[in-house]
Protein backbone atom coordinates (compact mmCIF):
# COMPACT_ATOMS: atom_id res chain seq x y z
CA UNK A 1 0.00 0.00 0.00
CA UNK A 2 1.92 3.04 -1.29
CA UNK A 3 2.17 6.09 1.30
CA UNK A 4 -0.41 8.03 -0.06
CA UNK A 5 -2.94 5.30 1.24
CA UNK A 6 -1.33 5.42 4.65
CA UNK A 7 -1.35 9.01 5.30
CA UNK A 8 -5.00 9.17 3.94
CA UNK A 9 -5.95 6.24 6.30
CA UNK A 10 -6.35 8.11 9.52
CA UNK A 11 -9.13 10.16 7.15
CA UNK A 12 -10.98 6.85 6.31
CA UNK A 13 -10.86 5.66 9.97
CA UNK A 14 -12.28 9.07 11.65
CA UNK A 15 -15.44 9.26 9.12
CA UNK A 16 -16.46 5.57 9.92
CA UNK A 17 -15.33 6.50 14.01
CA UNK A 18 -18.82 8.71 13.12
CA UNK A 19 -20.93 5.69 11.80
CA UNK A 20 -20.32 6.07 8.05
CA UNK A 21 -18.40 4.08 5.19
CA UNK A 22 -15.19 5.02 3.17
CA UNK A 23 -13.21 4.44 1.00
CA UNK A 24 -10.25 4.83 -1.30
CA UNK A 25 -11.73 5.00 -4.87
CA UNK A 26 -11.11 6.00 -9.30
CA UNK A 27 -7.86 6.48 -10.58
CA UNK A 28 -5.77 6.18 -7.21
CA UNK A 29 -6.92 2.87 -6.56
CA UNK A 30 -6.31 1.73 -10.25
CA UNK A 31 -2.66 3.28 -10.49
CA UNK A 32 -1.42 1.54 -6.94
CA UNK A 33 -3.08 -1.83 -8.27
CA UNK A 34 -1.04 -1.12 -11.80
CA UNK A 35 2.24 -0.20 -9.26
CA UNK A 36 2.42 3.62 -11.17
CA UNK A 37 2.95 6.66 -9.23
CA UNK A 38 -0.78 8.01 -8.08
CA UNK A 39 -1.37 11.72 -7.65
CA UNK A 40 -4.51 12.02 -5.72
CA UNK A 41 -6.28 9.94 -3.31
CA UNK A 42 -9.86 10.37 -4.02
CA UNK A 43 -11.75 9.16 -1.16
CA UNK A 44 -15.60 8.13 -1.00
CA UNK A 45 -18.04 8.24 1.41
CA UNK A 46 -21.67 7.19 3.03
CA UNK A 47 -21.64 10.64 5.00
CA UNK A 48 -23.24 13.71 3.47
CA UNK A 49 -20.89 17.02 2.94
CA UNK A 50 -22.32 18.40 6.06
CA UNK A 51 -21.97 15.38 8.13
CA UNK A 52 -18.20 15.73 6.70
CA UNK A 53 -18.31 19.15 7.57
CA UNK A 54 -18.99 18.29 11.03
CA UNK A 55 -16.46 15.06 11.48
CA UNK A 56 -13.19 18.02 10.27
CA UNK A 57 -12.31 20.87 11.44
CA UNK A 58 -10.83 22.37 8.06
CA UNK A 59 -12.64 21.79 5.28
CA UNK A 60 -13.13 23.91 1.89
CA UNK A 61 -16.41 23.47 -0.33
CA UNK A 62 -14.86 22.79 -3.27
CA UNK A 63 -17.82 21.12 -5.37
CA UNK A 64 -20.44 21.13 -2.92
CA UNK A 65 -23.03 20.32 -5.31
CA UNK A 66 -21.59 17.50 -6.32
CA UNK A 67 -20.88 16.21 -2.87
CA UNK A 68 -17.25 17.10 -2.84
CA UNK A 69 -15.52 18.36 0.63
CA UNK A 70 -11.77 19.12 0.77
CA UNK A 71 -10.72 18.17 3.93
CA UNK A 72 -7.55 19.71 5.31
CA UNK A 73 -5.19 17.67 7.70
CA UNK A 74 -2.06 19.09 8.44
CA UNK A 75 -0.36 20.25 5.34
CA UNK A 76 -2.13 17.68 3.50
CA UNK A 77 -5.58 17.98 1.52
CA UNK A 78 -7.89 15.18 1.09
CA UNK A 79 -11.32 15.56 -1.57
CA UNK A 80 -14.29 13.39 0.53
CA UNK A 81 -16.93 13.02 -2.19
CA UNK A 82 -20.73 11.84 -0.88
CA UNK A 83 -21.74 8.18 -2.75
CA UNK A 84 -23.96 9.74 -5.79
CA UNK A 85 -26.34 8.46 -8.74
CA UNK A 86 -26.48 10.64 -11.29
CA UNK A 87 -29.70 10.61 -13.33
CA UNK A 88 -31.09 11.76 -16.71
CA UNK A 89 -28.48 13.02 -18.66
CA UNK A 90 -30.52 15.45 -21.08
CA UNK A 91 -27.88 16.87 -22.97
CA UNK A 92 -25.19 14.12 -23.58
CA UNK A 93 -22.86 16.15 -20.94
CA UNK A 94 -23.85 16.49 -17.60
CA UNK A 95 -26.06 14.89 -15.20
CA UNK A 96 -29.31 17.03 -14.45
CA UNK A 97 -29.28 16.32 -10.67
CA UNK A 98 -26.60 14.14 -8.23
CA UNK A 99 -28.79 12.45 -5.82
CA UNK A 100 -26.78 11.67 -2.59
CA UNK A 101 -26.96 8.02 -1.30
CA UNK A 102 -26.00 6.05 1.12
CA UNK A 103 -24.49 2.87 -1.18
CA UNK A 104 -21.38 2.13 -2.32
CA UNK A 105 -22.96 0.03 -5.21
CA UNK A 106 -24.70 2.89 -6.59
CA UNK A 107 -21.79 5.32 -6.19
CA UNK A 108 -19.12 2.37 -8.60
CA UNK A 109 -21.86 2.08 -10.87
CA UNK A 110 -22.45 5.31 -12.09
CA UNK A 111 -18.19 5.50 -12.58
CA UNK A 112 -17.27 4.91 -16.60
CA UNK A 113 -14.78 1.93 -16.31
CA UNK A 114 -14.18 -0.85 -14.93
CA UNK A 115 -10.92 -0.06 -13.73
CA UNK A 116 -11.70 3.03 -12.42
CA UNK A 117 -14.67 1.75 -10.23
CA UNK A 118 -12.48 0.05 -7.77
CA UNK A 119 -12.56 0.81 -4.58
CA UNK A 120 -10.32 0.04 -1.74
CA UNK A 121 -10.63 0.12 2.03
CA UNK A 122 -8.91 0.63 4.83
CA UNK A 123 -7.47 -2.60 5.21
CA UNK A 124 -6.48 -2.70 1.59
CA UNK A 125 -9.02 -5.14 0.61
CA UNK A 126 -10.53 -4.03 -3.11
CA UNK A 127 -13.98 -4.19 -3.40
CA UNK A 128 -14.59 -5.14 -6.98
CA UNK A 129 -18.30 -5.42 -7.92
CA UNK A 130 -17.84 -5.50 -12.02
CA UNK A 131 -14.85 -7.41 -12.53
CA UNK A 132 -12.69 -4.45 -12.48
CA UNK A 133 -9.63 -6.75 -11.53
CA UNK A 134 -9.80 -8.96 -14.46
CA UNK A 135 -9.95 -5.87 -16.89
CA UNK A 136 -7.20 -4.64 -15.26
CA UNK A 137 -5.03 -8.20 -15.45
CA UNK A 138 -6.03 -8.39 -19.05
CA UNK A 139 -5.66 -4.77 -19.68
CA UNK A 140 -8.61 -3.73 -20.70
CA UNK A 141 -11.04 -0.56 -20.88
CA UNK A 142 -14.42 -1.70 -20.07
CA UNK A 143 -17.84 0.33 -19.67
CA UNK A 144 -19.40 -0.19 -16.67
CA UNK A 145 -22.95 -1.65 -17.36
CA UNK A 146 -24.16 -1.22 -21.20
CA UNK A 147 -21.55 0.94 -22.86
CA UNK A 148 -24.01 2.34 -25.27
CA UNK A 149 -26.16 3.70 -22.38
CA UNK A 150 -23.09 4.80 -20.61
CA UNK A 151 -21.70 6.77 -23.86
CA UNK A 152 -25.22 8.21 -24.07
CA UNK A 153 -25.14 9.64 -21.04
CA UNK A 154 -21.90 11.29 -20.90
CA UNK A 155 -20.00 11.27 -24.21
CA UNK A 156 -16.87 12.75 -22.86
CA UNK A 157 -16.30 9.27 -21.60
CA UNK A 158 -15.60 7.88 -25.22
CA UNK A 159 -12.46 10.76 -25.01
CA UNK A 160 -11.83 9.34 -21.51
CA UNK A 161 -11.54 5.86 -22.49
CA UNK A 162 -9.23 6.26 -25.58
CA UNK A 163 -6.80 8.31 -23.53
CA UNK A 164 -6.78 5.60 -20.54
CA UNK A 165 -6.02 3.28 -23.40
CA UNK A 166 -3.16 5.44 -23.95
CA UNK A 167 -1.86 5.92 -20.52
CA UNK A 168 -2.36 2.62 -19.36
CA UNK A 169 -1.06 0.75 -23.28
CA UNK A 170 -4.75 -0.91 -22.43
CA UNK A 171 -7.33 -2.42 -24.85
CA UNK A 172 -11.11 -0.81 -25.54
CA UNK A 173 -12.92 -4.01 -25.03
CA UNK A 174 -14.95 -4.71 -28.40
CA UNK A 175 -18.59 -4.08 -27.43
CA UNK A 176 -16.97 -0.63 -25.51
CA UNK A 177 -15.27 0.16 -29.18
CA UNK A 178 -18.56 -0.58 -30.91
CA UNK A 179 -20.25 2.09 -28.73
CA UNK A 180 -18.17 4.52 -29.33
CA UNK A 181 -18.22 3.77 -33.28
CA UNK A 182 -22.36 3.84 -33.09
CA UNK A 183 -22.33 6.93 -30.54
CA UNK A 184 -19.06 9.13 -31.61
CA UNK A 185 -21.26 11.96 -33.28
CA UNK A 186 -22.29 12.85 -29.59
CA UNK A 187 -18.96 14.05 -28.86
CA UNK A 188 -20.10 17.12 -31.12
CA UNK A 189 -21.64 18.30 -27.75
CA UNK A 190 -18.82 18.58 -25.59
CA UNK A 191 -17.22 21.27 -24.42
CA UNK A 192 -13.51 22.00 -26.21
CA UNK A 193 -11.94 22.32 -23.23
CA UNK A 194 -13.21 19.20 -21.89
CA UNK A 195 -12.19 17.59 -24.99
CA UNK A 196 -8.57 18.95 -25.41
CA UNK A 197 -8.03 18.01 -21.62
CA UNK A 198 -8.59 14.49 -22.82
CA UNK A 199 -6.41 14.64 -25.98
CA UNK A 200 -3.54 16.00 -24.58
CA UNK A 201 -3.49 13.39 -22.20
CA UNK A 202 -3.86 10.74 -24.91
CA UNK A 203 -1.28 12.51 -27.06
CA UNK A 204 1.65 12.38 -24.03
CA UNK A 205 0.58 8.62 -23.36
CA UNK A 206 2.62 5.66 -23.31
CA UNK A 207 1.14 4.27 -26.41
CA UNK A 208 -0.49 6.83 -28.30
CA UNK A 209 -0.86 4.33 -30.93
CA UNK A 210 -3.16 1.98 -29.64
CA UNK A 211 -5.50 4.84 -28.97
CA UNK A 212 -5.16 6.87 -32.35
CA UNK A 213 -5.88 3.85 -34.09
CA UNK A 214 -9.70 3.73 -32.86
CA UNK A 215 -9.60 7.43 -32.27
CA UNK A 216 -9.52 7.38 -36.05
CA UNK A 217 -11.63 4.11 -37.13
CA UNK A 218 -14.19 5.20 -34.77
CA UNK A 219 -14.26 8.69 -36.47
CA UNK A 220 -14.45 10.43 -33.29
CA UNK A 221 -11.52 12.61 -34.59
CA UNK A 222 -14.32 13.69 -36.71
CA UNK A 223 -16.10 15.85 -33.87
CA UNK A 224 -12.86 17.02 -32.49
CA UNK A 225 -12.15 20.29 -33.09
CA UNK A 226 -10.23 21.25 -36.43
CA UNK A 227 -10.04 17.60 -37.36
CA UNK A 228 -13.01 16.64 -39.50
CA UNK A 229 -10.66 16.49 -42.58
CA UNK A 230 -7.69 15.54 -40.94
CA UNK A 231 -7.98 11.48 -40.97
CA UNK A 232 -5.28 11.24 -43.71
CA UNK A 233 -3.00 13.39 -41.58
CA UNK A 234 -4.02 11.25 -38.39
CA UNK A 235 -2.96 8.13 -39.97
CA UNK A 236 0.40 9.70 -40.81
CA UNK A 237 0.70 11.14 -37.27
CA UNK A 238 -0.28 7.37 -36.11
CA UNK A 239 2.20 5.80 -37.94
CA UNK A 240 5.58 8.29 -35.95
CA UNK A 241 7.88 6.00 -34.11
CA UNK A 242 5.58 5.20 -31.22
CA UNK A 243 8.17 6.75 -28.28
CA UNK A 244 6.39 8.12 -25.66
CA UNK A 245 6.19 12.41 -25.75
CA UNK A 246 7.66 14.37 -22.98
CA UNK A 247 5.98 18.03 -23.12
CA UNK A 248 2.88 19.42 -24.12
CA UNK A 249 4.06 21.79 -26.17
CA UNK A 250 6.09 18.71 -28.10
CA UNK A 251 3.25 17.09 -28.47
CA UNK A 252 1.35 19.83 -30.16
CA UNK A 253 4.20 20.84 -32.45
CA UNK A 254 4.69 16.90 -33.46
CA UNK A 255 0.95 16.48 -33.92
CA UNK A 256 0.86 19.49 -36.26
CA UNK A 257 3.95 19.10 -37.98
CA UNK A 258 3.64 16.09 -39.18
CA UNK A 259 -0.16 16.54 -40.18
CA UNK A 260 1.06 19.27 -42.30
CA UNK A 261 0.04 22.68 -40.66
CA UNK A 262 1.59 25.27 -42.42
CA UNK A 263 3.65 27.70 -39.97
CA UNK A 264 0.65 30.45 -40.33
CA UNK A 265 -2.04 28.08 -39.49
CA UNK A 266 -0.51 26.76 -35.82
CA UNK A 267 -2.32 29.93 -34.45
CA UNK A 268 -6.05 29.52 -35.47
CA UNK A 269 -5.86 25.51 -34.96
CA UNK A 270 -4.72 25.82 -31.80
CA UNK A 271 -7.27 28.95 -30.42
CA UNK A 272 -10.01 26.46 -31.96
CA UNK A 273 -8.62 23.98 -29.42
CA UNK A 274 -8.82 27.04 -27.01
CA UNK A 275 -5.31 26.88 -25.91
CA UNK A 276 -3.21 29.59 -23.99
CA UNK A 277 -1.29 32.45 -25.89
CA UNK A 278 1.11 30.88 -23.77
CA UNK A 279 0.96 27.68 -25.38
CA UNK A 280 0.42 29.09 -29.39
CA UNK A 281 3.28 30.87 -28.84
CA UNK A 282 5.77 28.30 -27.39
CA UNK A 283 4.38 25.53 -29.76
CA UNK A 284 5.12 28.18 -32.71
CA UNK A 285 8.84 28.66 -31.91
CA UNK A 286 9.01 24.84 -31.95
CA UNK A 287 7.33 24.15 -35.27
CA UNK A 288 9.49 27.17 -36.55
CA UNK A 289 12.75 25.54 -35.21
CA UNK A 290 11.58 21.63 -36.59
CA UNK A 291 11.27 23.40 -40.20
CA UNK A 292 14.84 25.16 -39.67
CA UNK A 293 16.64 21.93 -38.14
CA UNK A 294 15.17 19.27 -40.05
CA UNK A 295 16.72 20.92 -43.25
CA UNK A 296 20.08 21.96 -41.60
CA UNK A 297 22.09 22.96 -38.11
CA UNK A 298 21.14 25.71 -36.37
CA UNK A 299 22.11 28.86 -37.16
CA UNK A 300 23.16 31.24 -34.11
CA UNK A 301 20.35 33.32 -34.30
CA UNK A 302 17.81 30.87 -34.00
CA UNK A 303 19.47 29.62 -30.75
CA UNK A 304 19.43 33.26 -29.32
CA UNK A 305 15.60 33.84 -30.81
CA UNK A 306 14.37 30.09 -29.70
CA UNK A 307 16.53 29.93 -26.23
CA UNK A 308 17.61 26.86 -24.76
CA UNK A 309 14.59 24.57 -23.71
CA UNK A 310 12.90 25.48 -27.10
CA UNK A 311 16.29 24.29 -28.97
CA UNK A 312 16.29 21.10 -26.47
CA UNK A 313 12.47 20.14 -27.31
CA UNK A 314 13.45 20.86 -31.03
CA UNK A 315 16.29 18.70 -30.82
CA UNK A 316 14.36 15.70 -28.71
CA UNK A 317 11.41 16.27 -31.50
CA UNK A 318 14.20 15.01 -34.44
CA UNK A 319 13.86 11.29 -33.15
CA UNK A 320 10.82 10.97 -34.55
CA UNK A 321 11.99 11.85 -37.94
CA UNK A 322 14.39 9.34 -37.99
CA UNK A 323 16.73 11.79 -37.55
CA UNK A 324 19.78 12.06 -34.91
CA UNK A 325 19.74 14.80 -32.13
CA UNK A 326 22.85 16.94 -31.09
CA UNK A 327 21.35 17.82 -27.67
CA UNK A 328 25.22 18.13 -26.12
CA UNK A 329 26.34 20.29 -29.18
CA UNK A 330 23.63 22.13 -29.66
CA UNK A 331 23.62 23.12 -25.58
CA UNK A 332 27.34 23.68 -25.74
CA UNK A 333 26.80 26.12 -28.75
CA UNK A 334 23.89 27.67 -27.20
CA UNK A 335 25.74 28.48 -23.66
CA UNK A 336 28.77 30.08 -25.62
CA UNK A 337 26.73 32.71 -26.96
CA UNK A 338 27.89 35.95 -25.90
CA UNK A 339 24.26 36.98 -24.96
CA UNK A 340 21.02 35.40 -24.17
CA UNK A 341 18.69 37.93 -23.72
CA UNK A 342 18.53 41.89 -25.14
CA UNK A 343 19.06 42.83 -21.29
CA UNK A 344 22.50 41.44 -21.65
CA UNK A 345 23.01 43.69 -24.50
CA UNK A 346 25.98 46.32 -22.99
CA UNK A 347 24.08 49.00 -24.88
CA UNK A 348 20.49 50.00 -24.01
CA UNK A 349 18.36 52.17 -26.00
CA UNK A 350 18.90 55.25 -23.46
CA UNK A 351 23.00 55.06 -24.35
CA UNK A 352 22.27 55.22 -27.87
CA UNK A 353 19.87 58.77 -27.57
CA UNK A 354 22.08 60.48 -25.23
CA UNK A 355 25.14 59.67 -27.29
CA UNK A 356 23.91 60.72 -30.59
CA UNK A 357 21.55 63.48 -29.52
CA UNK A 358 18.83 62.17 -31.78
CA UNK A 359 15.25 62.02 -30.96
CA UNK A 360 13.88 58.35 -30.92
CA UNK A 361 12.18 56.67 -33.76
CA UNK A 362 12.21 53.36 -35.83
CA UNK A 363 15.98 53.55 -36.48
CA UNK A 364 16.58 53.23 -32.27
CA UNK A 365 14.77 49.82 -32.34
CA UNK A 366 16.22 49.01 -35.85
CA UNK A 367 20.00 49.88 -34.13
CA UNK A 368 19.25 47.77 -31.57
CA UNK A 369 18.36 44.74 -33.37
CA UNK A 370 21.74 45.31 -35.52
CA UNK A 371 23.81 45.31 -32.41
CA UNK A 372 22.07 42.46 -30.79
CA UNK A 373 22.55 40.31 -33.97
CA UNK A 374 26.21 41.57 -34.44
CA UNK A 375 26.88 40.05 -30.67
CA UNK A 376 25.00 36.95 -31.18
CA UNK A 377 26.54 35.96 -34.49
CA UNK A 378 30.19 37.47 -33.06
CA UNK A 379 30.92 39.65 -34.94
CA UNK A 380 31.56 42.17 -32.30
CA UNK A 381 32.02 42.25 -28.31
CA UNK A 382 29.82 42.88 -26.26
CA UNK A 383 31.34 45.78 -24.93
CA UNK A 384 29.66 49.73 -24.80
CA UNK A 385 32.63 51.71 -26.38
CA UNK A 386 32.84 48.82 -29.02
CA UNK A 387 29.10 49.01 -29.83
CA UNK A 388 28.73 53.24 -29.89
CA UNK A 389 31.50 52.79 -32.48
CA UNK A 390 30.00 50.34 -34.75
CA UNK A 391 26.69 52.37 -34.34
CA UNK A 392 28.88 55.41 -35.44
CA UNK A 393 29.81 53.88 -37.96
CA UNK A 394 26.01 52.59 -39.61
CA UNK A 395 25.18 56.22 -38.81
CA UNK A 396 28.29 57.55 -40.63
CA UNK A 397 27.33 55.06 -43.89
CA UNK A 398 23.69 56.36 -43.85
P1 LIG B 1 -6.40 10.51 -13.64
O1 LIG B 1 -5.27 9.66 -13.27
O2 LIG B 1 -6.24 11.10 -14.98
O3 LIG B 1 -6.81 11.51 -12.61
P2 LIG B 1 -8.86 9.28 -12.90
O4 LIG B 1 -9.43 7.92 -13.19
O5 LIG B 1 -8.56 9.58 -11.48
O6 LIG B 1 -7.60 9.46 -13.82
P3 LIG B 1 -10.56 11.56 -12.81
O7 LIG B 1 -11.03 12.43 -13.90
O8 LIG B 1 -9.69 12.14 -11.76
O9 LIG B 1 -9.87 10.31 -13.50
O10 LIG B 1 -11.88 10.94 -12.15
C1 LIG B 1 -11.84 10.19 -10.95
C2 LIG B 1 -12.84 9.05 -11.04
O11 LIG B 1 -14.16 9.57 -11.24
C3 LIG B 1 -12.61 8.10 -12.21
O12 LIG B 1 -11.68 7.10 -11.88
C4 LIG B 1 -14.00 7.55 -12.43
O13 LIG B 1 -14.30 6.55 -11.49
C5 LIG B 1 -14.88 8.74 -12.14
N1 LIG B 1 -15.18 9.56 -13.34
C6 LIG B 1 -14.53 10.65 -13.78
N2 LIG B 1 -15.10 11.15 -14.89
C7 LIG B 1 -16.16 10.36 -15.15
C8 LIG B 1 -17.17 10.37 -16.16
N3 LIG B 1 -17.18 11.28 -17.13
N4 LIG B 1 -18.12 9.40 -16.10
C9 LIG B 1 -18.11 8.48 -15.12
N5 LIG B 1 -17.20 8.42 -14.17
C10 LIG B 1 -16.23 9.33 -14.16
MG1 LIG C 1 -7.88 11.54 -10.75
Given at each position: VPDEFTQAASVLKEIQAHGFEAYFVGGSVRDALLNQPIHDVDIATSAYPEEIKQIFHRTIDVGIDHGTVLVLIGDEQYEITTFRTESTYQDFRRPDTVTFVRSLKEDLKRRDFTINALAMDVTGEIIDLFDGMNDLNQQIIRAVGNPKERFHEDALRMMRGLRFASQLDFTIEPKTLTAIQEFHPLLGKISVERIAVEFIKLLLGKNRRAALIPFIETECYQYC??????GEALLNFSDLPNKQIETENQAWALFMHTMGLKENEVRSFLKVWKQSNQTIHHVQLLIYGLNKRLQADWEVMDLFNLGLDAVLSVENLLYYYGQKSKLEEAKERYLNLQIHDRKQLAITGNDLLAYFAKSPGKWLGDMIVTLETAVVNGQIANDKSLLIAYAQDIIDKE
Open positions: PGLRNF
